[in-house]
């Protein structure tokens, strides 16, 4: 469930979306279906940018705009088509453990990325890569991996925090430890 404006609320299911109208008074309440096409994979990877909502899917990052006030529209191809040869490398098994965040125009997406040969099915369950849309350049501009091949960082969360020009992005692991970009904390 994504709360959205004027008494709205859209649901993801994994192969489709709706919009439930009139939340506040469930007896009044309506559904209408956004799309069958395409659903979202993993709920923590939802983000509400402006008038568009993008979400981790089967077949990559999908988004859905808002067309007037009381419509939404889902894309035909999905945004992350450029970087097709990553999004497959997802391990599906756990995808749905992935997590995002939004922050200084970039949409950030922490996922299980197995090798580049496809190897780690077994051993890569958790999130050990971020990547990152640029939505001023309207373009993915980086694919971030974490740990080293022995070790890795498990991402669990990531969120936005710090004051003033010291806000960023911060990756949370299952050991409690605190990634910005160069900079650990333990």
Known sequence: FQSFANDQLI?????????????????????KQVTDEVGC??????EQIGSEVLFLSDNGVYGISF??????????LPLSEPIN????????????????????NRYYLAVPLLN?????????TENNAVIIYNFLNKQWESI???????????????IVAGKGTNRAVYAINKQGGIHNNSIVFY
């Open 41 to 46: 994979l993993a709920r923590r990877s939802i």
């Open 85 to 104: 040869k990553t999004i497959q490398r997802i391990n599906k098994a756990h995808a749905d453990k992935a997590v995002s965040a939004y922050f200084d």
């Open 144 to 158: 971030d991996t974490y740990g080293n091949g022995t070790t890795t960082f498990d991402i669990l969360d990531l």
């Open 11 to 31: 649901i993801f299911n994994r192969n489709s979306i709706h919009t439930v109208f009139n939340t506040v008074n469930l007896t009044s309440a309506t559904v």
């Open 67 to 76: 067309v007037d006030e009381y419509n939404l529209r889902g894309t035909a």
């Open 116 to 124: 580049e040969d496809g190897s780690g099915t077994e051993t890569i």
